[in-house]
């Protein structure tokens, strides 16, 4: 058997910011590597062998957040939702140091942590493997020549969709008008239908919904936030 060759994929976000505080390190190096979701990256796992969520979180139904900043949406879902399990991706590593210490002081343990790109997640999940999942307040790329780089192109959806379960809940929060625009462009065209009836279901936050530290920004600063719920057809 041939064995799969590694994408090249370009990445424009950023891995690393401000030094790490010595907690954070400890973190990462005591925390991190019993939550990951399973051998995810090429030089882990190159044959591209699906991760075996059962092993992870049993019979529970698995969501995903793509890109969890801080965490604090993270963690809260898992607090109030024990009977899911949570995958979170994101390749900003004191992003995932923050979530590592929020897990610490929640105690929760329905959680997984992926510390990079959630297309290397795409690659390894099974179809239909995933009950929810968010994308939230993600890196807007607001020049015109970035738009290619936003998460809502196909290079993107396209995998989303195949490990989405059939009915899956897809929600997008973000305060850039034009990332609305593209989003409800190009999300229906990768198989999702827009669940909304009226503007409250766009304007008024979902009930469950914890405020992130990039969303009190975007209010400071005089942005207004959108919610977006899809819903994945099949």
Do not use: C
């Not at 999940?125 to 993600?138: K, N, Q």
Request: hydrophobic share 35%; no cysteine; charged share 25%.
């Amino acid at each position: 058997m041939t064995q799969p060759t590694r994408p090249h994929r370009n990445f424009y976000g950023r891995f690393k910011g401000k030094t790490l505080k010595r907690s954070q390190k400890t973190y990462l190096n005591e925390d991190l590597a019993a939550l990951s979701p399973g051998a995810v990256n090429w030089e882990e796992n190159p044959d591209r062998t699906n991760l075996d969520l059962k092993s992870r979180f049993g019979e529970k139904p698995v969501w995903l957040e793509i890109g969890f900043g801080g965490g604090e949406h993270m963690v809260h879902q898992a607090q109030n939702n024990p009977d899911v399990g949570i995958i979170g991706a994101e390749p900003y590593i004191n992003g995932v140091a923050m979530l590592l210490g929020k897990i610490r002081q929640a105690n929760v343990s329905n959680l997984a942590v992926h510390a990079g790109d959630a297309r290397d997640l795409f690659d390894v999940l099974p179809d239909a493997s995933i009950a929810r999942a968010f994308l939230l307040y993600p890196d807007p790329w607001p020049k015109k020549r970035h738009h290619r780089r936003r998460f809502v192109t196909p290079e993107h959806l396209l995998p989303l969709a195949r490990v989405l379960q059939p009915g899956a809940i897809l929600r997008v929060a973000t305060d850039i008008p034009d990332y609305v625009r593209q989003t409800l462009e190009e999300v229906p065209k990768a198989g999702f239908d827009w669940l909304a009836e009226g503007p409250a279901d766009w304007r008024e936050p979902w009930d469950d919904w914890l405020s992130t530290r990039y969303e009190q920004k975007a209010l400071r600063e005089g942005r207004v936030p959108h919610y977006l719920t899809f819903q994945r057809q099949g």
